[in-house]
């Protein structure tokens, strides 16, 4: 295969925090080669701010717009600026004013990046016109409550209520000059149904962010909001058709994955010939890759990950992408004892990629039901970074890792 990527797309699926890592990366793939990148998203999530726009038909935008930035095609200081910007979190009770939005788009914007990321800024600038109301939450006279929210989600929330959702999405990505295409699984929010292998059901994609750890996970639904089929966006079945590979990138594997599993996108991926990848999570999720059974908790390795995302999708991955833990791993690319100890709190853990790891996954894939192993990228792909949103020090795959391996698997005949 030729270092020539034009034609078919990469297409990825992620989410959440992590969106914003990959998107990162795809802007470094663009810039390098201009490879077309189509990214699937979910509409489950109604959590946090996501659940006061699922009031108005709204797609929960969080998950959106931090691709859409992350893979903004602007440079340096000005990339710098308005990631900040949209990452901003209002937390006051009062109402969201022009000149308090006005003040951000200064300081984002200095007299040489003004120019410079003009696009973005008009497209702040319109929602600020006298057409745009935030009205989420309870109208105080002025504006909207806003506390809770990022200025992102509320810029975005806005695009899709005056344009429509997918429009809405489509003015984002032009206006950040944007190197991602974000296709949603549907064009309307939806609720997913969660049921766990002990019979308990759960309604709500949030249940999964509440403290109590529950039991391991069975089976995820999806339903409209009030009830029925969900519709699938058109969109995702015409573009998974026309794909080069598709990588199943690090996310949250029952909020994301799982949650944009729709079955006839399951059923499109199982009867599809590109190349399947997926990637690893560097740690445990709560509720999600670790549970409790029988009073203790159980945390998934390496191989019950893969096993998890061949169930989820109904394939088994061509390519495994991971973390490598082992004693050859670079020291700075070893996660530091004080990150592993504020994870564990979550009783998260790292998912562990070692020789003994690559054994137990091809023993385990190589035999019925699988009779298949995956080939595994054992890779030095952690970065202790600084969640821009909360402050803290988080683990996170590193954005030039991410490129060299989307490099990588571009090149293979598999």
Known sequence: MSNDYSGKPLGIITGGHSGFQYGRAIKRLH????????????????????????????????????????????????????????????????????????????????????????????????????????????????????????LGNLILAALMLKHGNVAGIRLLEEGLDSAVYCVPVSESPYTLHITTIDENSLTGEHRLDEDEIISPIYNVTHSKNGGGKVDVNPEVLSTLSNLRRLSLCATSMVANLWGMMLPEIRDHIQRSSFPLDFWINLMTEQNQTHYVINGCVVRLDLTQHVALATKITGCVPDVVVAHDYGIYAPKRRRIPNYVQERYARKHATPVQCTDQDEIILKSTFDQPPYNKVPMLLRRSLAIVDTDIDRGQKVIRHDPERIERIFEELLRMQI
């Open 31 to 150: 810039h390098k080669r201009e490879v077309p990148v189509i990214a699937f998203c979910g509409c489950g999530d109604d959590g946090g701010s996501s659940r006061y726009f699922r009031n108005f038909g709204l797609l929960p935008p969080g998950d959106y717009w931090k691709l859409i930035m992350g893979a903004s095609c602007y440079k340096g200081g000005i990339y710098d600026h308005l990631s900040n910007l949209l990452f901003y979190r209002f937390d006051h009770d009062g109402p969201l004013k022009k000149r308090q939005v006005k003040e951000l788009v200064r300081i984002a914007a200095d007299e040489r990046g003004i120019e410079g990321c003009k696009g973005a800024l008009k497209v702040i600038y319109d929602i600020l016109s006298p057409d745009y109301r935030f009205e989420f939450g309870e109208d105080s006279g002025e504006g909207s409550q806003t506390k809770g929210h990022t």
